[in-house]
């Protein structure tokens, strides 16, 4: 046998003894039996598969990770242990969609080794709840993986198949998150931001995001081959995806599974895959409404800068208190009211203070008046998305907040995806994305500080929410996806669809402050205030009918919900108003009652304060006749409904004032029948009869 023979046979040897002896296969059901994950090290690679009733949902989809100077896990993995555990607990939320939560799941932490290279290995926990799958890295401190660990590549695959259909914003485009959805067969999709919703041929729906997204960089669904999905970790600049140190453990990944829509929003798969509360006590964390100087900026009636067209005086902040004030309103947004707004401040974040009121905004006086008047400044953070500037500032700006007795905040995060500055110790300047690594540490830097002074944040220009409020309940609002301010000046706005799609996509990461109660539905047709600034583009205008903005109200959820129209606007359509101002922000349950992605949702939701239930249903551009069963309310018992409808003849876009406000005594249990008109809704108020 010549040398050469010898050596083959030699590596086969070890090829051999290095393969695992037999392939491993796990098991993990749901609770009710429906969802089936499939755990394998078939060929050395670690996947998983999930079945929901019988059939294929996801296909068996690689798992593991890459790293820059340390072996990965990819190759050569066996299974090596697992342990299984169950849990059936209910929690109370401080705030939310729902006081009481129950998290019912079966678990499987499967350990695979690597039998290639130095000795290593990685656990993977599944969760199967009755309403889909989470599943988390966790490694171990190990010799293998010694000193400063840097993830180059999460492995983790989606098999969601090309013909499914896939709602979702792109990926890395300028706009961040803030892009209209769009609707194209997952064999079209290049990158997709989660959450990203599917329908499968079979007629299964499903979405995928992750939960508890810290310690590590926002996920995107790039598509390796057609219908077949890599988790896309953002990078640093110039640097790894991930930079971190054993022990540690990735965000959950999760994949909601249900037999229809709404079924994805009754789910709350990815708050239970987050840590408890963190903070303790966060009652000063209060859901409320809050009106603002805000829109008069965004249809240039205003201006952050401080000439003589300056939203945030002191004269134009009372006449908001004195309105919040009449009208049952907690808080009052004021923008523009620190240096920083002169000039170009969208590429000037480095001049902003958080600390120097402009010299015709006093904000001390101001928050006595509002303390007066039972209201609370909300104090605005313009960041330009320069953590830098930010980060020296934090303490000393949110200290001011706490001394006049604030306890909000409402930061940005404006620039263009990829411009988030940071300044490093040598003074070298970096720009990252929006939600990488660096970012996500400094959204909770932000978080930390904020609830170390019993201040609780509402983050614009955020990175996505993957359930953060239930460990750290003073995260209470974001935006993150196109929000009311693209009616003004979006070229083009908010399409008819946008409400219906939210509610199953965005919204299922978490509450949306998206602004809502724009009453005058024309911003741009009125005559202008500044001769320096035009009107905006008239074709932006939110495409709605007035009943519309009252239902979001119900369908958008935001424990801090803006009432976001010029008071004089509602002065004028005052029977109207009064649902924006009977509408609770703070909820005892919520349930979707009916809807289909993007085409109509309908929301029920019981007030944790005055336990009076609302509803609120809103169309795309198809008018609809909606049947909804009132079995959310006691069965026999009398209410008073109060219906704020469409009219007869409303239309979004040439009628969207038509509305029918009227009282009916509805009984728990009936159908209620309502007819909604393009892209229109309808918003009920249910007091019950004693
Ligand atoms: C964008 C935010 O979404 C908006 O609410 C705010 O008014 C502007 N940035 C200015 O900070
Ligand atoms: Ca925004």
């Known amino acids: 046998m010549t040398k050469h023979w010898k050596s083959l046979i030699a590596m086969a040897v070890i090829a051999w003894a290095a393969a695992p002896a037999h392939a491993e296969t796990l098991t993990l059901a749901s609770p009710d039996g429906k969802i089936t994950v499939t755990v394998k090290d078939d060929g050395g690679q670690a996947t998983y598969a999930v079945d929901y009733n019988g059939k294929q949902v996801i296909a068996p989809s690689k798992m593991g990770l890459l790293f820059a100077e340390h072996h990965g896990f990819e190759r050569g993995l066996v299974i090596a242990g697992s342990t299984a555990a169950s849990s059936d607990t209910t929690w109370e939320q401080p705030w939310g969609e729902r006081r009481l939560v129950r998290d019912q799941h079966n678990e499987l932490a499967v350990t695979f080794k690597a039998s290639e290279g130095p000795n290593r290995q990685m656990t993977v926990r599944f969760r199967a709840f ?57 064999g079209e999709v290049e990158n997709a931001h989660t959450p990203a919703t599917f329908k499968n041929p079979d007629g299964i729906y499903m979405a995928i995001h992750e939960a508890a997204l810290t310690d590590w960089s926002s996920m995107s669904l790039l598509a390796l081959r057609p219908g077949n999905f890599e988790a896309r970790l953002r990078n640093w600049s110039g640097g790894p995806k991930v930079k971190t140190k054993p022990p540690f453990k990735s965000p959950w990944r999760t994949i909601q599974i249900a037999p229809d829509a709404v079924g994805l929003i009754n789910s709350d798969i990815i708050l239970n895959l987050n840590e408890p509360n963190k903070l303790g006590d966060v009652s000063y964390a209060k859901p409320g409404k809050y009106i603002g100087i805000w829109w008069a900026m965004h249809i240039n009636d205003r201006t952050w800068a401080s000439n003589k067209y300056h939203g945030a005086t002191t004269a134009e902040t009372k006449r908001y208190i004195d309105f919040a004030a009449k009208h049952g309103f907690s808080g009052v947004l004021v923008e523009g009211w620190n240096k920083g707004w002169d000039g170009d401040w969208f590429n000037n974040g480095d001049l902003f203070s958080f600390t120097e009121p402009y010299p015709d905004y006093d904000i001390k006086g101001l928050s006595k008046y509002a303390a007066s008047k039972g209201v609370q400044l909300i104090v605005h953070h313009e960041t330009s998305a320069n953590l830098t500037n930010y980060e020296k500032q934090l303490e000393a700006g949110l200290d001011l907040v706490k001394s006049i007795g604030s306890h909000y905040v409402k930061s940005g995060y404006v620039s263009d995806a990829g411009d988030a500055v940071w300044v490093d110790d040598k003074g070298i300047r970096h720009y990252e994305y929006y939600d990488s690594q660096r970012m996500i540490d400094h959204h909770m830097t932000v978080i930390k500080a904020a609830a170390a002074r019993q201040i609780a944040m509402d983050t614009h220009e955020p990175v996505k929410d993957t359930g953060l409020r239930r460990t750290y309940p003073n995260w209470m609002s974001r935006e993150g996806a196109r929000g009311m301010e693209f009616n003004a000046w979006g070229s083009p706005p908010n399409p008819p669809s946008h409400e219906a799609m939210i509610a199953f996509t965005a919204l299922l990461g978490g509450p949306f402050d998206y602004t809502p109660g724009i009453f005058d539905l024309r911003p741009n047709e009125r005559l202008p205030v500044r001769p320096d600034m035009p009107r905006g583009d008239p074709k932006n205008r939110p495409q709605t009918t007035l009943a519309k903005q009252l239902a979001t109200y119900v369908t958008i959820y935001s424990p801090l919900q803006m009432a976001a129209d010029l008071p004089e606007n509602y002065e004028k359509r005052l029977d109207a108003f009064q649902f924006i101002k009977d509408v609770e922000a703070d909820w005892e349950q919520s349930v979707a009652l009916a809807g289909e992605v993007g085409e109509y949702v309908a929301f029920a939701r019981q007030g944790r304060k005055s336990k009076e239930w609302f509803l609120g249903a809103v169309t795309d551009s198809e008018p609809r006749d909606l049947s909804l069963p009132l079995s959310f309310l006691e069965a026999g018992k009398k209410y008073r409904a109060q219906i704020y409808r469409d009219g007869p003849h409303a239309h979004w876009d040439y009628n969207p004032y038509d509305i029918v406000i009227e009282e009916k005594v509805v009984t728990g249990g009936e159908v209620f029948a309502v007819h909604l008109a393009a892209s229109g809704g309808v918003a009920v108020r249910f007091i019950p009869v004693n």
């Open 130 to 186: 009755d309403t889909g799958i989470g599943f988390r890295y966790e490694l171990g401190a190990q010799p293998a993986l010694e000193g400063d660990v840097a993830i180059v590549e999460e492995l983790t695959q989606f098999g969601v198949g090309d013909k499914t259909t896939t709602w979702y914003t792109p990926a890395d485009g300028f706009n961040r998150n803030e892009y209209i959805y769009r609707m194209e067969p997952a």
